[in-house]
């Protein structure tokens, strides 16, 4: 299987430091089992100049969010918009083929919902979530939802 691709964005390091131990899981993985992905990530920031994406890629966003109920009105993206921008750019969605999101569940009905937001204006699947760095378990767990995916389009 070709190499799984994700684009993140992190803001105060805790998506860069889970998509870090997520890329030496799949490593390991693939080392024991040729046939399971490695991983290649690339982060994206204000500073990153748009370009068309030609292969398909997960996107791994945490969550900023400012108002609202919560849930649909008056939400605002905070510090994440490149990501949103750059999946908006030309036709860079149509390689989107999951979000996984993070956040902190103290934030309740908020929690992870840019990915969701993401999913549903991209018209992607939400593959997973894990909350602030994630553990050891949620490599495994988010590794294994995007290899199903991965799968699943090869069918
Ligand atoms: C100002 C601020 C707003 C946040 N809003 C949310 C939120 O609405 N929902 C949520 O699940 N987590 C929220 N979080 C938690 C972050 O998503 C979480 O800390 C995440 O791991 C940050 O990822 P990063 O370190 O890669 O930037 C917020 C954190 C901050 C500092």
Redesign the pocket.
């Known amino acids: 299987m070709d190499p799984m691709r994700i684009l993140?964005?992190?803001?105060?390091?805790?998506?860069?430091?889970?998509v870090e131990h997520l890329t030496r899981y799949a490593m390991a993985q693939h080392i024991r089992n040729k046939g399971l992905p490695e991983i290649v990530a690339t982060e994206v920031s204000e500073q990153t100049d748009f370009q068309d994406e030609t292969t398909p890629f997960f996107c791994f966003i945490?969550?900023?969010?400012?108002g609202g109920n919560g849930i649909d009105t008056g939400v605002k993206e905070?510090?994440?918009t490149a990501m949103g921008e750059y999946i908006g750019y030309h036709n860079n969605a149509k390689q989107l083929i999951g979000v996984v999101?993070?956040?902190?569940?103290?934030?309740n009905e908020?929690?992870?919902?840019?990915a969701r937001r993401y999913c549903s204006k991209f018209d992607a699947p939400f593959i997973a979530d894990y909350?602030?760095?994630g553990v050891p378990s949620d490599e495994a767990r988010v590794y294994k939802k995007m290899v199903e995916r991965m799968q699943y389009l090869a069918m």
Not at 62 to 66: A, V
Not at 110 to 114: E, H, S
Request: glycine share 8%.
């Open positions: 993140f964005i992190s803001i105060s390091g805790n998506t860069r430091n889970f945490p969550t900023y969010l400012d905070l510090l994440t999101g993070s956040g902190n569940r103290n934030f908020q929690y992870c919902l840019t909350e602030l760095r």
